[in-house]
């Protein structure tokens, strides 16, 4: 699982370098939605380049945070370009429509476990708040119960 979340965290820098993130062509949007459902949770992050990849560094500043509570970090430049799209996210428009992003004015969704949206803000955040409030939650708690049991 680790590792999974590893190559999509990062799929952003390798897109940036040119490298490719392949999708199967026929998994379609709500498929890609339910495959991370009770694995992951998202932080979906959209609006103008900089200020996406200003918060996207903040997240992945913090690697061992967002890899400790299984958060993928995702990102939908406005405008999009072939170039500046997550190759993570296989219909962005889609995503963003069923997650409540109805601009492309800066927002951050936070989106649980269990496929629900959680936050959705429109600034930038520290993402230490967002750790406290996911610490917060009923299955984060069961998590770290579970990992302390191990």
Same mark, same amino acid.
């Given at each position: 699982?680790?590792?999974? !979340? @590893?190559?999509?965290?990062?799929? $952003?820098?390798?897109?940036?370098? %040119?490298?490719?993130?392949?999708?199967?062509?026929?998994?379609?949007?709500?498929?890609?939605?339910?495959?991370? *459902?009770?694995?992951?949770?998202? $932080?979906?992050?959209? %609006?103008? =380049?900089?200020?996406?990849?200003?918060? *996207? #560094? /903040?997240?992945?500043?913090?690697?061992? %945070?967002?890899? #400790? *509570?299984?958060?993928?970090?995702?990102? !939908?430049?406005?405008? +999009?370009?072939?170039?500046?799209?997550?190759?993570? !996210?296989?219909? +962005?428009?889609? /995503?963003?429509? #069923? /997650? %409540?992003?109805?601009?492309?004015?800066?927002?951050?969704?936070?989106?649980?476990?269990?496929?629900?949206?959680?936050?959705?803000?429109? =600034? *930038?955040?520290?993402?230490?708040?967002?750790?406290?409030?996911? #610490?917060?939650?009923? @299955?984060?708690?069961? =998590?770290?119960?579970?990992?302390?049991?191990?």
């Amino acid at each position: 699982m680790t590792k999974c !979340i @590893m190559i999509m965290i990062f799929s $952003v820098f390798l897109g940036s370098l %040119g490298v490719a993130f392949i999708m199967p062509e026929d998994m379609k949007h709500s498929d890609w939605v339910e495959s991370h *459902r009770w694995e992951h949770r998202l $932080v979906v992050i959209s %609006g103008d =380049e900089e200020s996406v990849i200003k918060q *996207r #560094d /903040l997240f992945l500043q913090l690697e061992e %945070g967002v890899l #400790d *509570r299984d958060i993928v970090v995702l990102t !939908i430049i406005h405008p +999009p370009t072939a170039e500046n799209q997550d190759p993570a !996210i296989p219909d +962005p428009d889609s /995503l963003a429509a #069923d /997650l %409540g992003i109805t601009s492309s004015d800066f927002q951050i969704v936070l989106v649980g476990k269990d496929g629900h949206v959680k936050e959705h803000r429109f =600034e *930038r955040i520290d993402p230490m708040d967002w750790f406290d409030c996911i #610490d917060a939650m009923p @299955m984060r708690l069961q =998590e770290m119960k579970h990992r302390n049991k191990a």
